[in-house]
């Protein structure tokens, strides 16, 4: 089956706005066995869309848009398929119901305004979107099929989950391609490259090798008739891997960093606290994007002051004799931060993000330090001196090798 | 005059690479009075490179395409320039030799496959690249225009800049396009919809309206023959949004709520604390993307567990007598920080973001308490409860009311 994605809205034209959405569902249309075959971004323009919606009906059997269902005058995709259609949107009153509930939970009455989103057209059906005023459209004809949801991630990828996937595995027949991601850290791409080197060059497993923030991706993908053909081909060239880069595989997939740890520390009972400084938060906000972290995290301290480190308990004398960027006030940050809050785990990290005044300390390097259940990991790590670099790699770095502390006893993990 | 961009590569197609080329371009064409209307993603292949060609010329007066101008067999977009235009690429000795001389500077000899980088076609011209092999084409045919790029970043912007704008300018006669971004937080959508409804429905200067995680932005957007006269037709539309939305107001064009309540404590000299539950540090993170927020932000907590905030200095019995997810706990955890490293403001958040046990506090019902300089701002909130969702929403309601108390006494911000 052949597709496309329109990500409709104006601001997306002007640059303002990067598209994420069309990535998004990329990503997800091959293991469903969907070909996608174009994307296009599209102004808020009634023409210009409804010649899209022609065109790509030619050319596909599939169209996916998001955006452009909001209920100003701007929003014209509900409009736009209908005039491709040649069929009149009526208002729908049980929606309009709907919505005036939506807005009276919400202690509000409905702007008249939000009508637009209750009109529908014969040949389409709504879709359901339990986060927003904006339900989708799914419109069949002529066996094409027009799948219209929200702009916003956060109502997009619920209706995504919940209603547009569900139908399209039981339309789709086609071959499925499957992807097996393993996620390492602590070797370079030169590196990985050479010792899996007899993975690479074949069509179909596809081996691919791909630098990120979190470290090294290798991608295993695999096309079949269906998923267990695809998955059995992945299995040995997986085996290969994890056999050869074991210890430095920390996560499958999707697994983020934070998903990682939080996993070992939850299934092993043990508790994390933090205190960083050239992170900014970044480290706890990470954590804290785990569903349940509460379980495991009992909290951080973000220091940019002095007034902050010695309200945590670091001794004054260690920031005097060291200076705050050294591996002993990272350490003395983790501990004062675990013994604080009774946790097993501390996490310390201190950096400088502007160059200092004598330059002895460039901007990038940070320290980092894992102190717990009576083991001391510290670390010296020279990043590229952006903030959201430092803030990312310095904390994937705190995440990842204390899940390895964790679990270095417990033989690799298939 | 009217473009579009091509983003050219399976990979983008696949899910693995989000596209940032096309709304770095698409930034850049209003002020040199270029109209963008369509932005497609194409993959690798020649049949549908050759159709979007012909298609977008018969659309736009210019094609501006990233990607599939590397060396190997999958790498198409010449082919396609060249199939649409009905000629016939040949060899360029001069770019030939030019080639083996860039391999030859780096101690290697060229490739054969190199030399697909060396073809053109008589439409066309080179364009030159300083940082990679892949030149650039520029292709006439009938008053129209396709200019193509490499895909990497860091050989397209400097090609962009030296090279493809400069020669926009002495073409391009059109109007500019100047925009303004109007911030603001505290009404719905519908609402401002009905406030400023009179400044809807023009079409110069045209008058948009966006629904964003930091609150209701108004974009204004005037075309004419330059800026200045542009500017004048804005000016009476954003004065006439100013009088009637003010105090909503929190920031213009690119600035976010962190920056703009940064600009303000930095001016004034005050200094900021904060202790954060249900945002997990997201509310720290952002205060810190700004650069030198050290001068102003002393630092926080991130409270996960009761033992933290005791151990910041809330008092049990606030927690015990109104529960964590209360005002009054809010008030105690802004108060608390603030006392602690003597700043000038604390923030204080606390929330919910599982459903409680007995259903009192729903997730996404917060709290928010500003403090400090003998002012107290209490708040509640309720936000859809996907936790991105309450933590954005909630950390940027803080970072803008802490702005609009700061500034309540000096008139409306201009």
Not at 132 to 160: C, F, L, N, Q
Not at 198 to 206: A, S
Not at 399 to 409: D, H, Q, S, V
Request: hydrophobic share 35%; net charge negative; with cysteine.
């Amino acid at each position: 089956m052949k597709a496309e994605i329109f990500s409709i809205g104006t601001e997306l034209l002007m640059g303002e706005l990067t598209d994420t959405n069309a990535a998004w569902i990329a990503a997800r249309l091959p293991a469903l066995g969907i070909q996608l075959q174009w994307v296009s971004i599209i102004g808020d323009d009634l023409d210009m869309l409804a010649n899209a919606f022609t065109q790509g009906m030619r050319r596909s059997d599939i169209i996916f848009t998001t955006g452009g269902l909001g209920p100003t005058q701007d929003d014209l995709t509900r409009e736009g398929v209908a005039k491709a259609l040649g069929e009149t949107p009526t208002v729908q009153p049980e929606v309009v119901q709907e919505l005036e509930r939506y807005f009276q939970g919400r202690g509000a009455s409905m702007p008249a305004t939000n009508i637009k989103q209750a009109h529908l057209i014969p040949s389409a059906q709504f879709v359901r979107n339990r986060n927003g005023t904006a339900p989708g459209w799914w419109a069949e004809r002529d066996g094409k099929i027009i799948v219209s949801m929200p702009g916003p991630p956060g109502e997009m990828h619920p209706i995504w989950e919940e209603e547009v996937e569900p139908r399209l595995r039981q339309i789709v027949k086609d071959e499925v391609t499957v992807t097996r991601n393993i996620k390492t850290m602590g070797l370079s791409e030169g590196a990985i490259d050479e010792i899996v080197s007899e993975y690479f060059g074949q069509e179909n497993p596809y081996l691919g090798i791909y630098s990120k923030a979190d470290g090294i991706h290798l991608r295993i993908i695999a096309r079949a008739r269906d998923t267990g053909t695809a998955q059995a081909m992945i299995a040995p060239v997986e085996r290969g891997i994890t056999d050869r880069l074991g210890p430095y595989i920390w996560g499958y997939d999707d697994e983020t960093p934070e998903q990682a740890l939080g996993q070992v520390l939850k299934q092993k009972g043990l508790t994390l606290a933090t205190m960083e400084s050239c992170t900014g938060g970044f480290l706890a906000n990470t954590i804290t994007e785990v569903p349940d972290s509460s379980s495991y995290y009992k909290g951080g301290v973000v220091a940019y002051s002095n007034e902050m480190h010695f309200a945590s308990g670091v001794p004054p004398e260690i920031i005097e004799s060291y200076g705050e960027v050294s591996q002993e006030t990272a350490n003395a940050m983790a501990r004062a931060i675990r013994q604080r809050l009774g946790a097993d785990f501390g996490i310390g990290i201190t950096g400088a993000t502007h160059p200092s005044p004598d330059e002895s300390r460039p901007p990038g390097l940070a320290y980092l330090s894992i102190e717990g259940m009576g083991q001391l990991k510290e670390m010296e790590l020279r990043v590229p001196p952006r903030r959201i670099t430092i803030k990312r790699r310095v904390s994937n770095n705190a995440l990842i090798e204390l899940r390895k502390l964790i679990t270095a006893g417990d033989g690799h993990r298939k």
